[in-house]
């Protein structure tokens, strides 16, 4: 069985930054690449980052410049650091493992981006 947990969002201005922080435990050997995605209000779930497991980042265009993804060393642990927020960043970000095929969800943390 795999856990997904994320924390560290919450309501910040325009312009802010949030940092948010995700563990995967349970019966995971090895370390694997790691996502993140963003479901806005009355919006499909979009990919935000993602992290493979030798370290490498990639980001969805809008969040090019502002958003970092990174990893514990040697660990399933991942962090979203988010600068220069935008109201248009609001919305359920999600934590995504991929184990053998299969895709582990957290339960999301809300960020709200407004003044």
């Known amino acids: 069985q795999v856990q997904v947990v994320e924390s560290g969002g919450g309501l910040v201005q325009p312009g802010g930054s949030l940092r948010l922080s995700c563990v995967a435990s349970g019966s995971i050997f090895g370390i694997y690449g790691m996502a993140w995605y963003r479901q806005a209000p009355e919006s499909q779930r979009e990919l935000v980052a993602r992290i493979s497991s030798t370290g490498s980042t990639n980001y969805t265009d809008s969040v090019k410049g502002r958003f970092t993804m990174s990893r514990a060393n040697g660990k399933n642990t991942v962090y979203l650091q988010m600068n220069n927020l935008k109201p248009e960043d609001t919305g359920v970000y999600y934590c995504?493992?991929?184990?053998?095929?299969?895709?582990?969800w957290g339960k999301g943390t809300l960020v709200t981006v407004s003044s």
């Open positions: 995504n493992m991929i184990l053998y095929g299969i895709h582990y």
